[in-house]
């Protein structure tokens, strides 16, 4: 009588039957079985995979283009018709110029903006750095739309379209370019006016050892003040002309592009950290005065200046532990190295092994953590002046001929 005894029964009478369901738009394309212990809803409840793809693009179509964006919004974290923006271009030494937002264009859609050089440009709109909310209404940005054009441009003229004709007549686009101008030359004057307090903002921020973060807002007050009675434009220009310091700053200060637009979040460098880099660079400039002496001197007896000797020495040293472990570990060009060549058996003492037959000493150190900023942590992204060192000592070992001289090898190194 036990309800063991009462499903056995059960099982004997009944185990035998089985319901056909029909599944016929949830057979398994490969033949596997179905899940008999599934219980399934109506056949006519069921959706074919046709419909699914076509109510996920309704979705998703619904989703790019909105009907009124301020309503679900409403932190302003997409840039909307009016808005200025920064356009800076991280892979160069170009300046960053000003613009304002249009519209998005294309599939995949692409921001569209007219710069204050009156020409218009289709960039990414995640590469956006710094933007200032409507910053003009946008019926003040409708009249030039009629002059631009509607659908995208190919990825290799990204951020190059400002070197396309004028298309917008001067007349329609003059009052965008002249509200550019204001703003670019007010904070230009406030940048003249404390430009000994910005120029040194980094010794004023920064920790002695450790790295200290802020927003841009913070920041600003914390250099030029703000007042209670300050109108927007005013603080607007204080914010790009610390923004600009900050910039000029290089590395002593950074920022993550992924979400720096929203959060205005900055990274201070310490000032150790600052100070070990430019020791670096200067040594490495030093080698490379060398190298160009000894190209251009007919004699041999030229030797290498004390920082260039440093790097010289660095250079011996990698290439020697490069060699050995070349012998036990076979290099990829995917930034990685192969498993060891020589087995050990794992039951004796002597499985894991170690080898101090080379010493570094400080200045080694230093390089080190230089090769390491630049290929594991990707703190000189934006620099290009600081990138291109550490492929000059990749090229000097002779041991990445093979290789695309990028952080991907650095990480081998």
């Known amino acids: 009588g036990g309800i063991r005894d009462q499903l056995r029964k059960w099982h004997q009478e009944n185990g035998h039957q089985q319901t056909d369901i029909n599944n016929e738009y949830d057979v398994d394309a490969s033949g596997e079985q179905t899940n008999n212990f599934t219980r399934l809803g ?25 009907g009124n964006l301020e309503d679900w919004d409403s932190h302003h974290r997409f840039l909307r018709r009016g808005d200025l923006v920064l356009l800076d271009f991280p892979r160069s030494e170009r300046e960053p110029i000003l613009a304002i937002f249009v519209r998005r264009v294309g599939r995949p859609a692409q921001s569209q903006f007219y710069t204050i050089h ?26 030039i739309i009629s002059y631009l054009p509607d659908s995208g441009i190919t990825e290799e003229l990204l951020d190059r379209a400002h070197m396309f004709d004028l ?41 002695p050892t450790d ?41 002593a200060f950074g920022h993550d592009r992924r979400s720096h637009r929203i959060t205005g979040f900055v990274q201070i460098r310490s000032k150790e950290q600052v100070a070990n880099v430019e020791k670096v660079r200067n040594w490495l ?21 004390p920082n260039g000797q440093k790097v010289v020495n660095f250079i011996h040293k990698a290439k020697s532990l490069i060699e050995k472990s070349r012998e036990l570990r076979d290099v990829t060009t995917f930034g990685r190295v192969g498993i060891s060549k020589k087995r050990f058996n794992i039951e004796k003492e002597d499985a894991l092994q170690y080898d ?18 630049w290929s594991c942590s990707g703190l000189f992204l934006g620099l290009p002046r600081i990138e291109a ?6 090229q000097a070992t002779g041991m990445y001929e093979e290789h695309r001289l990028d952080p991907k090898a650095g990480f081998t190194f």
């Open 42 to 66: 109506d056949v006519d409840n069921f959706r074919r995979p046709d419909e699914d793809i076509e109510n996920e693009r309704d979705d998703s179509s619904r989703l790019m283009t909105p």
């Open 118 to 143: 009156g020409k218009w440009i289709h960039g990414t709109e995640r590469n956006i750095q710094h933007a200032v909310p409507d910053f003009v209404p946008p019926s003040l940005v409708e009249p």
């Open 167 to 207: 298309s917008v007549p001067r007349n329609v686009s003059a009052p965008l370019v002249t509200r550019m101008l204001e703003f670019q030359r007010k904070s230009e004057e406030i940048y003249r006016q404390n430009a000994t307090t910005l120029d040194g903002a980094h010794l004023s921020l920064a920790h």
């Open 211 to 251: 790295l200290k973060f802020g927003t841009l807002d913070l920041i600003t007050t914390r250099l030029l003040g703000h007042s209670k009675g300050e109108d927007n434009d005013t603080w607007q220009g204080k914010i790009y002309a610390v923004r600009k310091a900050l910039s000029r700053g290089g590395f």
């Open 285 to 305: 400039r030093a080698w490379q005065d060398d190298l160009a002496t000894f190209a251009a001197a007919k004699s041999s007896n030229h030797q290498f200046s």
């Open 356 to 373: 101090f037959t080379t010493e570094f000493d400080d200045s080694d150190r230093e390089l080190i953590k230089f090769f390491e900023a």
């Open 389 to 394: 060192l550490p492929p000059l000592m990749l």
